[in-house]
Structures are given as C-alpha cells and as structure tokens.
C-alpha cells in the first residue's frame, strides 16, 4: 500500500510523465545499461523481467518503520513528543493502517489538526528512507542483468517511490522504472497502462514479459490481460504474505532465487 498513516489526502503531484530511469535519463530501447531487451530469452525464458519495489525487492515495513522515524524526529522538535516512532511501530504491528499518525498524537495529548498531520504525510513521504534490497533480490539483480531487459513499475506518492528507488540504487540495473502515480489519476495498478508502457519502453511484446510482484488485489491483473507472466513473490513479514493467490498467478515463490527455476520452460 501507500504507506501514509495520517487521515488519507490527495497528493497532487502526479503530473510528471514517465520517469525513465531513476536518474532522469530516458531511454527507449531498454538499452540504457549496455543490454539489449533481446539478450538472453534462451536462458531465462522471457526477455524482461518487470518488479515491484514494496514487498519484491525489499520488505516495507522497514520502510515504515524508517518513516516513522523521521516523522518522531520532526514530531519531537516541533511538538515535544518523545517516543512517536515507537509508539507509532507499535501501532502498526498491532495492525493500524491509515489512522496511526491520529492515534499516536491524541494518545500522546498532542494536537491533531490538519496542518500537523499535512506535515507529518508530507516528512514521512519525503525522508530519504534507511532501506536495503534483500540479500535474494541484490543476487538476482545481478544474476539477470544483461541476460534480460529489467525494468520495475511501482504504485504510491511519486515522492516516497522516487525515494524508495535512489536509496535502493535500481538504476545501476534497471533500464526504466515507471512510477505509476506520474501517469496521472486511474492509471495505477491494477490499469494495465504502465505495463504497455514498459512493452513500448523496451520495445517487446506481452508474452515475452514477466511480472514480479507480491500483492494479489492488484499486481497481477494488469500484466495478465496483457499477456504477461505473473510470478508472486510470498516473502515472510511482508504485508500482503497472509492473501492467498488468485488465478492470475501463474507461480508462487517465497524468495527470489526460486525466480529462474519458476520461468524455466
Ligand atoms: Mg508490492
């Protein structure tokens, strides 16, 4: 999800267009890393494989908890509270979801008005986020760079993706990452626009696609109707690991090593 735990607003920054490349470079061909989009189908089975960022790549309760932390650091220069990142992870493990930043103020006495929540979405979506690529995920990268075109295409406020990106260093092996939200309101997943994107972006059809992702209610039907592969990655702690599998999965793995063995022909 989109990880703001404050009273849910709009963002309104989402006008940006494709965001090729992490660092602002464009590239049509998907051969901004010295691979071609061809390269390597015999080997792998697909000629792109397409990830999600939150859940896929690294888990997102590490990055909630690292907004958390950024938020408590404003929320106790600002407003004097001293525990909010802890009071706040708390509330999350025990299974609060858009109202945690409310909750933890009015349990703290603090005030709660719109202007300090605006702030506290605002911190939380902007910090540079203290987040890793799982160690399966790192060796996979580097497994099938070169061997396919890699790309990723991830939902959420353009900020805290953006964010979610640099910190973990996608450009050194992705070829385009189309940010969801730049592409303007309904054209989130599960609307298939950013996946045709991706096709026209590397320049290579449906079948020759895999879609890399963990969350059942949206990541699949997009790439399906396309005619993509669908793998699902069910990794422990992550926050969707509890739904079952709908019929648009084609495989289910549990850690991205099992990656290569499931697009095996
Ligand atoms: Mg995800």
Redesign the pocket.
């Known amino acids: 999800m989109d990880n703001d735990f404050g009273r849910r607003r709009g963002d309104g920054s989402h006008t940006t267009g494709l965001a090729n490349n992490t660092n602002g470079a464009t590239s049509a061909s998907g051969m901004a890393n010295g691979h071609s989009a061809l390269a390597g189908s015999g080997t792998l089975g697909v000629e792109a494989i397409v990830l999600?960022?939150?859940?896929?790549l690294y888990l997102?309760r590490d990055y909630v908890r690292s907004g958390f932390e950024a938020v408590g650091r404003w929320a106790q220069r600002e407003l004097g509270v001293d525990d909010f990142a802890e009071r706040a992870w708390t509330a999350f493990e025990n299974g609060s979801r858009n109202t945690i930043f409310d909750e933890v103020l009015t349990a703290c006495g603090a005030p709660t008005g719109d202007a300090v929540i605006t702030e506290m979405v605002a911190r939380y979506r902007t910090h540079p986020p203290s987040i890793v690529l799982a160690a399966d995920a790192e060796a996979g990268l580097d497994r099938w760079h070169g061997a396919a075109a890699l790309a990723a295409i991830?939902?959420g406020p353009l900020s805290s993706q953006q964010a979610k990106a640099r910190a973990l260093g996608l450009e050194r092996w992705t070829s385009t990452v189309v940010f969801t939200a730049s592409l303007g309101p309904g054209k989130g997943k599960p609307d298939p626009a950013a996946f045709e994107l991706v096709q026209e972006e590397l320049g290579v059809d449906g079948k020759s696609c895999v879609y890399v992702?963990?969350?059942p209610a949206k990541?699949f039907v997009g790439p399906k109707a396309l005619g993509w592969r669908t793998v699902r990655v069910r990794r422990r702690l992550s926050l969707?690991a509890d739904v079952e599998s709908g019929s648009d999965v084609d495989h289910e793995i549990t850690t991205l090593e099992q990656l290569d063995t499931a697009l095996a022909p």
């Open positions: 999600d960022i939150d859940d896929t997102e991830t939902d992702a963990d969350n990541d969707h």
